[in-house]
């Protein structure tokens, strides 16, 4: 079974880093591609990084470009967002998404962690 | 960036009604294109992708029509499991963008 678990969300203060984790179960991770993907309190969905299989290609929204990192470890099986200079803005829900490219988009989401930016 | 609009923003409907959401991409998206279901608290769910295949195990009471920069997404007779928001999302440019949301209620 496919599963996706994020961790790491929690307060943070403006300015301030969080470093969020999808640890990946159920699949061969590092033949997939992975996205993370946000949802403010009661908005629709923003997507934030895309993150190729090997970790090579990198792409971020810019809204968050230059603030956060995507990166991975295939060996662990883990997913990674470094959140740094964080804004109110990016308070959000966070998910890690799977991506089988253009057969099959987006194809499994976590249950998501939540992230608070406050003071 | 391409804008993704979906159109209603919300709708009312009852149990058995044909229910037609509208999604359109400012540029030609070439079919790439997704359509997720979100139920409340709960993570997106994929339904439908490359415009009109639909995933493992979504009933075939969801479909899609379009093409190019006009989508539509019509569920043929609404159930109570099927009262959600849903949205699509276009995979083919970064960034990936969103629409807005379509959030079905019961009447």
């Known amino acids: 079974e496919v599963q996706l678990v994020e961790s790491g969300g929690g307060l943070g203060q403006p300015g301030g880093s969080l470093r969020l984790s999808c640890a990946a179960s159920?699949?061969?991770?590092?033949?997939?591609?992975m996205n993370w993907v946000r949802q403010a309190p009661g908005k629709g969905l923003e997507w934030v990084s895309y993150?190729?299989?090997?970790?090579?290609?990198?792409y971020y929204a810019d809204s968050v470009k230059g603030r956060f990192t995507s990166s991975r470890d295939n060996a662990k099986n883990s997913l990674y967002l470094q959140m740094n200079s964080l804004r109110v803005e990016d308070t959000a829900v966070y998910y890690c998404?799977?991506?089988?490219?253009?057969?099959?988009?987006?194809?499994?989401w976590g249950q998501g962690t939540l992230v608070i930016v406050s003071s | 960036d391409i804008q993704m609009t979906q159109s209603p923003s919300s709708l009312s409907a009852s149990v058995g009604d044909r229910v037609t959401i509208t999604c359109r991409a400012s540029?030609?998206?070439?079919?790439?294109l997704v359509w997720f279901q979100q139920k409340p608290g709960k993570a997106p769910k994929s339904l439908i992708y490359?415009?009109?295949s639909l995933q493992g195990g979504v009933p075939s009471k969801f479909s899609v029509s379009g093409s190019g920069t006009d989508f539509t997404l019509t569920i043929s007779s609404l159930q109570p499991e099927d009262f959600a928001t849903y949205y699509c999302?276009?995979?083919?440019?970064?960034?990936?963008?969103f629409g807005g949301g379509t959030r079905v209620e019961i009447k």
């Open positions: 999302q276009q995979y083919s440019n970064y960034p990936l963008t």
């Open positions: 540029q030609d998206i070439n079919n790439f």
């Open positions: 993150i190729s299989s090997s970790g090579g290609n990198i």
């Open positions: 159920g699949f061969n991770f590092s033949s997939y591609e």
């Open positions: 490359a415009a009109s």
């Open positions: 998404v799977r991506d089988a490219g253009v057969l099959l988009p987006f194809d499994y």
